[in-house]
Antibody, heavy 120, light 106 residues
Framework: EVQLVESGGGLVQPGASLKLSCVASGFTFSDYWMSWVRQTPGKTMEWIGDIKYDGSYTNYAPSLKNRFTISRDNAKSTLYLQMSNVRSEDTATYYC?????????????WGQGVMVTVSS | DIKMTQSPSSLSASLGERVTISCRAS??????LSWYQKKEDGSVKLLIYHTSRLQPGAPSRFSGSGSGKDYSLTISGLESEDIATYYC????????FGAGTKLELK
């Protein structure tokens, strides 16, 4: 059974940094592109970015690429999202997702999500 | 960015009823359209991809259709477990989602 379990969320002050993790199981992690997607309190779904199966390529939403960094550790089957200089508009539930067959494919599995609240 | 306009934003239907949700892209997305189901417990599932391909494990009462800019998701006979919010998503980077359709029981 495919499982994606996010962690690292919580309350963070504006301007701070935060790193989310996602531990994957039930599939060969190193075979799949992975992505992060977030849902704002207003229920808007927003794609954050992707990382290729070997970590050699990343692609980000233009509005986020200067502050967010996606990485992975295939030996640990773990995906990361480094968030820097966070803003109130980054308050959201963050989902770790797997891509079905590559970078342009749908998100076929989603974690349960982890909440991030940016507030002073 | 490609804008996805989903309608209706909310929908009340009875058990057994046929339900259709629409999604319009701001430009031709060449059938790169997926549908997701998000339940109140926060779980999200892929139902349909590439317009009409049923994701393994998704019930066969779900179907998708469309082309060009216009797409739809149909539930052939609503069941209680289908109560959720549904999102469309287009497959060109930057990937964008519709605003969601909240499906409730009448």
């Amino acid at each position: 059974e495919v499982q994606l379990v996010e962690s690292g969320g919580g309350l963070v002050q504006p301007g701070a940094s935060l790193k989310l993790s996602c531990v994957a199981s039930g599939f060969t992690f190193s075979d799949y592109w992975m992505s992060w997607v977030r849902q704002t309190p207003g229920k808007t779904m927003e794609w954050i970015g992707d990382i290729k199966y070997d970590g050699s390529y990343t692609n980000y939403a233009p509005s986020l690429k200067n502050r967010f960094t996606i990485s992975r550790d295939n030996a640990k089957s773990t995906l990361y999202l480094q968030m820097s200089n966070v803003r109130s508009e980054d308050t959201a539930t963050y989902y770790c997702t797997r891509r079905l067959y590559g970078g342009l494919s749908p998100f076929d599995y989603w974690g349960q999500g982890v909440m991030v609240t940016v507030s002073s | 960015d490609i804008k996805m306009t989903q309608s209706p934003s909310s929908l009340s239907a009875s058990l057994g009823e046929r339900v259709t949700i629409s999604c319009r892209a701001s430009e031709n997305i060449n059938n790169y359209l997926s549908w997701y189901q998000k339940k109140e417990d926060g779980s999200v599932k892929l139902l349909i991809y590439h317009t009409s391909r049923l994701q393994p494990g998704a019930p066969s009462r779900f179907s998708g259709s469309g082309s060009g800019k216009d797409y739809s998701l149909t539930i052939s006979g609503l069941e209680s477990e289908d109560i959720a919010t549904y999102y469309c998503q287009q497959g060109y980077t930057p990937y964008t989602f519709g605003a969601g359709t909240k499906l409730e029981l009448k």
